[in-house]
């Protein structure tokens, strides 16, 4: 394929035109996207220094920005770190899935990202007493789905695209390779 393209396709013979993406890539990325989200969830509670925001954000929002629209390479950062990783930990070759949904989980991703620098800039407006469980719960939500995904390979926007998605909008079509 070409490099803009979001993965790879001619994976599966059923689905010549269907784009794959490799998990274990996918999941190395969450990895490290879980240990971001660790720094995050200390900067909350200990560090409160907004320059961690200030480089997280844009690095967390671009990394799910560009996957989304061109896959883990090569404009993702974390994307590429986490196919080198599988690349290196992986000899036995790439394994296969659907990118579709990973897609969307990645928007999920965007969406959470977005709402954390939303709670950020508006916290000076915000009661002290609310701010911090709100700023706090959008960054553990992160980090428990960054988790599931890399430990587990639970996808949990996957979930939500076969679980509702499918089902709500015409025209999707269910994930089977990706259903729990």
Request: aromatic letters at 14%.
């Amino acid at each position: 394929g070409n490099w803009w393209d979001l993965g790879h396709s001619n994976v599966n013979p059923d689905k010549p035109d269907e784009i794959y993406m490799d998990e274990h890539a996918v999941r190395a990325r969450a990895g490290l996207l879980n240990v971001i989200t660790w720094i995050a969830l200390m900067n909350v509670f200990f560090w409160n220094d907004k320059i961690y925001v200030q480089v997280l954000f844009p690095l967390v929002a671009w990394e799910f920005l560009s996957s989304m629209v061109f896959g883990l390479t090569p404009l993702a950062p974390i994307g590429i770190a986490g196919t080198l990783l599988s690349i290196l930990l992986h000899p036995e070759g790439p394994y296969w899935k659907p990118a579709r949904p990973k897609r969307f989980a990645w928007l999920i991703g965007l969406t959470l990202a977005c709402t954390c620098l939303t709670l950020f800039v508006l916290r000076k407006e915000m009661d002290k007493d609310l701010y911090k469980p709100l700023i706090a719960s959008v960054v553990l939500t992160c980090n428990v789905a960054t988790w599931l995904e890399s430990s587990v390979g639970f996808c949990l926007g996957c979930f939500i695209y076969n679980t509702y998605l499918v089902n709500w909008f015409e025209g999707l079509e269910e994930c089977e390779e990706c259903k729990l």
